[in-house]
């Protein structure tokens, strides 16, 4: 699966941005689409998450002010990022995981990344 990330961009604290993430290829109908952030020197970290049933999940950190939705038809999830903060600042990464058991194999794909700056 190829995941086209988009959005990322500089921003003031307490400013919005939108990111879109648009998967391709042989897309499984079951699966959980993702926004996770890395920062130089850290650990990648999931920020948020949302599977094509709607369950969602969000890091403590952004409870409150981001919103993961997806378009399941588009093959596109996004994530809403409000009351942005200068921690907020990284690279954006999208993840796509699902499991195939036709073929018992599990796929992990990362998009290429979006860099989000927020200004104090």
């Known amino acids: 699966v190829q995941l086209q990330a988009s959005g990322g961009g500089l921003v003031q604290a307490g400013g919005s941005l939108i990111l879109t993430c648009a998967a391709s290829g042989s897309i499984l109908s079951v699966n959980l689409m993702a926004w996770y952030r890395q920062v130089p020197g850290k650990e990648r970290e999931l920020v948020a998450g949302m599977t094509t049933g709607g369950v969602t999940t969000y890091a403590d950190s952004v409870k409150g002010r981001f919103t993961i939705s997806r378009d399941n038809a588009k093959n596109t999830v996004y994530l809403q990022m409000n009351s942005l903060k200068p921690e907020d600042t990284a690279v954006y990464y999208c993840?796509?995981?699902?499991?195939?058991?036709?073929?018992?194999?599990?796929?992990?794909?990362w998009g290429q990344g979006t860099q989000v700056t927020v200004s104090s």
């Open positions: 993840n796509y995981i699902t499991y195939d058991v036709a073929d018992d194999r599990s796929y992990n794909d």
